[in-house]
C-alpha cells in the first residue's frame, strides 16, 4: 500500500514527540462555539423529552449563564479524578434549564460535581445529597437550609412528604437499578437518571455495575433463568477478579416490575461531540439513561 494511505501519514496532523502528556486544549473562540453547539443539542433533546417550548429559551443568554457556571466548577476542582466530565455536567445544566427542579436528589454525589451543575437554579427548593463518605465534597452547602446531606441512609430508606412533580433523582451509586425504580416510584419521583446502569458492553466493563440495568430492565424477555454471564475485571487495588451473574426467576421479576413502572426512557445525548476529555481514558461505554414514570 502506499505510505500516504497509512493512518500515521494523514496530511491534517501534525505530531511531535513529548516527555510526559498533557491535557488536550482548545482555543478560547472554538470552545466558545462548541460550548453553544452543545447547549443546542442538548436543549433540542431535552425540550421534545419533557414536551416544553424550544423557542422560550435564549441561546446566547444560556451560553454566557453556562460559562461562568462552568468557571465556577474549575475553580473548586470540580472536573479533577472523581468528578463527571465536562461533557456531562453540561449536560445536566441544561436539563437543570429545561425541567426547573423544585427537589434534586443525588445518590453517589462523591466530590459534588454532578451535584453543582444543578445548582444554578432558582427554582431549586430542596437538595437531597446521598453518599456514605461525605468528606469528599467539595461544596460548601452544609449551612444552607435547602440542602440535606445523607451519609448513613440508602436511598430505599428515605422518607420524603409530598415530592413535587418536577422532582428528579440522579443515581450514579452502582445499585440496582430495578430496585431504584421501584422505591422511586414508591416515593412519588417521576424523573430519572441512571448513570453506570449500560447494556451488557458496559456491564462487562465494570466491577460494580447497576445491575440489573436500565438496558436488562427493558429487555428482559431475552434472558432465561439460569443463563450466565461473566467477564474478568482487572482492579489496579484488589487484582483481577471474575465476575459471575445467573440470571434467576426473582431478578427477571423484579426487572418485570420495574419495566411495567416506566413510562419512557431515553440516552441522554453524548456531548463529547462538542466536549473532549482532558485526557483520553479507556474507551468505557459511559451512556447515561433519562427516565420518566407512570
Known sequence: MKKQFLMENSPWISRVAENYARETVINDELLNRLICGAIKEALNFYTAFLDVDIDTFDFHQLDSKYKRHYLEAKEIGLFEQGGV?????????????????????????????????????????????????????????????????????????????????????????HIDSANRIICAKKLGIKYLIFDDSTGLQGITQRLYPALPTVPMIMKHDLYQIGDEISWSFNHPKIGISRQLVTISKELLEQCALAKRLIKRVQKLPDLGDYIPLKHPTPMNDMTKYILELY
Open 85 to 173: 466530565r465536562e461533557k456531562d455536567h453540561l449536560n445536566f445544566w441544561c436539563l437543570s434549564q429545561v425541567l426547573n427542579p423544585s427537589c434534586y436528589i443525588e445518590s453517589g454525589v462523591f466530590i459534588g460535581s454532578s451535584l453543582h451543575a444543578f445548582l444554578d437554579n432558582i427554582a431549586l427548593k430542596k437538595v437531597i445529597a446521598i453518599d456514605p463518605d461525605l468528606s469528599k465534597l467539595k461544596l460548601s452547602i452544609s449551612n444552607n437550609s435547602k440542602f440535606e446531606l445523607v451519609g448513613d441512609k440508602d436511598f430505599s430508606e428515605l422518607k420524603i412528604d409530598g415530592v413535587p412533580q418536577n422532582t428528579l433523582a440522579y443515581f450514579d451509586d
